[in-house]
């Protein structure tokens, strides 16, 4: 199964909640998470016992399913987790003095909503690069090409990761070492809460007693050198080469996403909860029988329940702060603009929604705060979808996996995922909580949602528990026969998100590969051995159907729309055994498709590219949409593409960095136009640049913008300008200087 583990999941991990009680339990909570919504806190007073209810909710499940493994003859289940739960645009900046009027067109970042930009590491205003260079922000004259040059930069406190630019302004947005700015405004970091799911909250008899405090896994703000970290968004005023500070923001949580339209800015933030630190060691004495396992497991229920009775919401809600010429100011989130789920339906963690207006700048930020953490988000013009899987449950997980072979495991949906619909045009400065619904389900990435005419379109993979049925080829590779793809419809009914469609199951033990949603019709990509691709109708809500579907070796694992009936996909190649589709091992080579849907009964394979499969390659295009560029006005697509080493044929070559350029129309087909090679740059940049705690600063291409008939590519080593129609030699090269790296100190990393 495609199943992706995130650290604060959104309204859920995979599970179904059910009673999990056994004799001697001193609790029988059944908490159903096939329905949940969000309510508003009603006062500091309701917030606080929602927070404890949540939390003594999830507490009395976790020990409920020890005691209950007890009872039935379980195996003592001891493990130490996957990650901790709690742990571009029009008008801008000035052109240069040098530029030609009127300016040129230009590529904008890939994104999913047309209207509605999506933050990345390079945007293209006017005649300029943006480009997030390690620790700057870099301002280059790109237009004319013979200009090329870095005209100006910015240092960005700690380390950026996106940013918009727009309305004369750069917003980015970065994660950085929090403890000065605790201090300046006199306040003490909290330490992160931890609900169990990845500390070992089972006992051992085989290995004794273990204590909480596992490590999270890479990426997690409790895993980084910091030992506060705050996610800043700075805020950069922009005047031909010139960028200034205007406006400094630092927020608890880390940054997960964001959307921009016209002024307003709107980032989600996933974490930067607190609460008690519990204790999950039952620890009874070694060769304990089963009733002084039971009492331990009691002993540590109430010591627990009396730790989160004690608290209140002011231990739990994140911190925000504003810098200024006055000094750091704390601006908490008021317990009004909390939302509270359905007791015990989600995954433990915070969710943030922050909104920004670049047309005020001395307007504080809005903000929407969600009790639960977040997983995926999607935005257009006038809603914003947050989605995330529901409470895992740890009796299904026991009986799912560390079952007594006599056990009997039943079958029956495992994952549920919530959604919760916000409205961002009743007060375009907040948004405003409207609707939850939950799904069978998770949903693989943004594209997985899509919201039009009032109604919510959700693609997502069911799994179900018990014993996977007769063994298949399909069922073997994919997960089990037990796992399929849904499409379904939801309308907001009074504030409900209630299922109105479903087509049912799709391609049953395969994986979910794509989505993408374009009008009335949904396309969905599977794949085992080989790549279908299913035309789901969408015009009858009630009754979405699959129409059509066509099957070729491979799988796409990106959706381009050129228009409303041709699809450009990015994905792999294999033969009909699913092996590469040449000789040299287990790796597929990149293809670029057509697909032709005008007919969606028939749709058909109208043209594809493909790379050569004996070479070890990659391209962050398919796994990013952003690397994914399209330049509808020229027809060009550019994409970076990085080859380690070759196979058979190709082994003595070596590996290359480089901007693959194509021309690619629905009348021509499909046109390479060449590759703007940066191996040049690789391996060049001073060592101790490449890794956890400074990034991974090399070479390699990052992006390729188009200014009319010229690409740029841009690497941490330079920007190349090419003509496409003679790509093989530059109009002009920047080389960078090697990016600045944090000043961390490193600790153990992804063991």
């Not at 920004?356 to 700048?361: E, P, R, T």
């Not at 794509?514 to 051995?529: F, L, P, S």
């Not at 550019?638 to 380690?644: D, N, T």
Request: a negative charge; hydrophobic letters at 35%; charged letters at 15%.
């Amino acid at each position: 199964m495609n199943a992706k583990t995130g650290l604060f999941l959104l309204m859920g991990a995979s599970g179904l909640a059910v009673g999990c009680s056994g004799s001697g339990s001193k609790s029988t909570e059944v908490v159903d998470i096939t329905s949940a919504s969000l309510r508003r806190a009603q006062s500091c007073q309701d917030l606080t016992q929602a927070l404890r209810d949540d939390a003594l909710s999830k507490l009395n499940r976790r020990i409920d399913a020890e005691i209950r493994a007890v009872h039935e003859g379980y195996t003592p289940y001891a493990y130490g987790g996957e990650g901790d739960p709690t742990a571009g645009s029009a008008g801008g900046a000035t052109n240069g003095g040098n530029s030609p009027a009127p300016a040129p067109a230009h590529s904008d970042t890939e994104t999913q909503v047309k209207g509605v930009d999506e933050a990345d590491i390079v945007k293209a205003d006017g005649t300029k690069l943006y480009v997030l260079h390690g620790q700057k922000f870099l301002v280059v004259n790109a237009w004319p090409a013979a200009n090329l040059a870095t005209a100006g930069s910015v240092d960005i406190e700690g380390e950026p990761s996106e940013m918009f630019v727009a309305n004369g302004k750069a917003t980015v947005f970065s994660s950085v070492d929090g403890a000065p700015i605790y201090a300046a405004a006199g306040l003490t970091p909290r330490a992160a809460y931890s609900d169990g799911y990845a500390t070992p909250l089972y006992y051992s008899a085989a290995n004794g007693a273990m204590a909480g405090g596992g490590m999270s896994a890479p990426g997690s703000p409790s895993s980084q050198s910091y030992a506060a970290p705050l996610t800043k968004v700075t805020v950069l005023a922009l005047d031909g080469a010139h960028a200034s500070v205007t406006r400094e923001l630092y927020f608890e949580g880390s940054y997960l996403s964001s959307r921009r339209v016209d002024s307003k800015v709107r980032m989600v933030l996933e974490g930067g909860a607190h609460g008690p630190q519990l204790d999950y060691n039952a620890n009874p004495t070694a060769g304990a029988d089963d009733n002084a396992r039971i009492g331990a497991w009691e002993d540590l229920r109430a010591k627990n329940a009396a730790a989160i009775a004690a608290t209140t919401y002011a231990d739990w809600i994140p911190e925000a702060f504003t810098k200024d010429a006055a000094g750091v100011h704390a601006t908490p989130t008021g317990c009004g603009d909390f939302y509270i789920p359905t007791t015990g339906t989600t995954e433990f963690g915070m969710t943030q929604i922050v909104a920004l207006d670049l047309d005020a700048a001395d307007a504080p930020p809005r903000g929407s705060a969600i009790v639960g953490a977040v997983e995926t988000v999607y935005g257009n013009a006038d809603t914003m979808v947050l989605a995330g899987r529901a409470y895992c449950d740890p009796w299904l997980t026991r009986r799912q996996y560390n079952a007594p072979s006599s056990a009997i495991v039943p079958v029956e949906i495992t994952n549920y995922t919530h959604l919760h619909l916000f409205n961002l045009t009743a007060d375009p400065s907040q948004p405003l909580y409207a609707a939850s619904g939950t799904v069978p389900g998770e949903v693989q990435d943004q594209f997985s949602l899509d919201q039009k005419d009032g109604r919510v379109r959700v693609t997502t993979t069911v799994q179900k528990s018990g014993p996977v049925s007769a063994p298949t080829e399909s069922a073997s590779s994919s997960g089990g026969s037990n796992e399929a793809s849904h499409v379904y419809v939801l309308e907001n009914r009074a504030g409900r998100l209630s299922i109105q469609g479903d087509t049912g199951e799709i391609a049953p033990g395969e994986q979910l590969y794509a989505t993408r949603y374009v009008g009335d019709k949904a396309y969905v990509v599977t794949w085992h051995v080989t790549d279908p691709l299913f035309v789901v109708d969408l015009a009858n809500p009630a009754h979405p159907a699959i129409l059509g579907q066509v099957q070729i070796p491979g799988f796409s694992e990106y959706i381009h729309p050129l228009d409303d009936t041709h699809l450009l996909t990015i994905g792999r190649e294999t033969d009909d055994t699913g092996h590469q589709h040449t000789e040299g091992g287990y790796w597929y080579g990149l293809a670029i498709q057509i697909f032709d849907v005008t007919n969606p009964l028939a749709p058909k394979l109208q043209q594809k590219y493909v790379y050569d499969g004996g070479e070890y390659a990659t391209s962050e295009a398919t796994q990013n949409h952003k690397a994914f560029t399209y330049f509808d006005d020229r027809k060009l697509l550019a994409f970076p593409y990085v080859r380690q080493y070759g196979y058979g044929a190709t082994q003595s070559t070596g590996p290359s960095s480089t901007l693959e350029v194509f021309h690619v129309d629905v009348a021509s087909g499909i046109q390479k136009l060449g590759s703007v090679d940066h191996s040049s740059l690789l391996g060049t940049l001073p060592n101790g640049n490449y890794g956890y705690c400074g990034g991974y600063y090399d070479g390699a291409v990052r992006r390729g913008v188009f200014f009319e008939n010229v690409v740029y590519s841009i690497s941490y080593g330079g920007i190349l300008a090419n003509d496409v129609s003679q790509i093989t030699a530059p109009l002009a090269s920047l080389k960078l200087p090697a990016p600045a790296l944090q000043t961390l100190t490193c600790g153990p990393v992804g063991l």
